[in-house]
């Protein structure tokens, strides 16, 4: 999937979308500049350091996100079928969240084919107040299967299960079709993955399926 981001081409914020001289160039550099970063620079992935390079167009989710980026904790993941390569994510065309980053974030796509979660807390800061949703705090713990998640950081104890690092992103076999990243990405890929005191940074999350238990939705001062 592209955009016309990767293309260069891009359209002034500024009332009937015509440019000031000097602007286009200048936002031109700003993606390409980027573009080289999704290409060169290695992304820790979780405690054991595994690093990651990512290639322009690996979009890990099929639609605009809001730019809000939304914290998640896990006491504990255990999932089957996993497999992570970096991503490109976008905003909405003018979205206000976009500051100077053109409306790209750069993300480790991490994809799990059946997931298991304990205590799963995810929160987003609303300005003043943060919105929090709470399940799998009881016996019955959060499912999910063919679950994604775009993130920006990702911390924990992991532990991997005849894993793979280092196949081309568009080969990965483990997580099912939804994880396989485009030709020519840098990927890993594990039989099984757990993670203990799971803490992510997310731009986006989907799941085709994702079971709540005791889900608790409100409003409070602190996040996760």
Known sequence: MTSSAEHGEHTSDRPGGTP???????????????RAAVM????AAVAAGLAILTAEGALGVQFAISGMPFTVTATELNGTGFAQFGALDEMAE???????????????????????????????????????????????????????????????????NN????????????????GRGPKGVFSQQSDTVHIANLRQTNYATTAGVFKLPGLKLGFSESGC
């Open 20 to 34: 000031e001289a000097g602007d286009a160039p200048a936002r031109r550099g700003r993606v390409r500049a980027r």
């Open 163 to 178: 894993i793979e690092i280092g196949n081309d992103a568009s080969t990965l076999d483990k997580a099912g079709p939804k």
């Open 94 to 160: 003018g979205s206000p969240n976009a500051g100077d980053t053109g409306g790209q974030v750069l993300v480790v796509t991490s994809v799990i084919k059946n997931a298991t979660l304990t205590k799963l807390c995810q929160s987003v800061d609303l300005g003043g107040t943060n919105l929090v949703i709470r399940a799998g705090e009881g016996a019955q713990k959060v499912t999910a299967s063919d679950l994604t998640t775009d993130s920006t950081q990702l911390s924990g104890d992991a532990a991997f």
């Open 40 to 43: 060169a620079v290695p992304a």
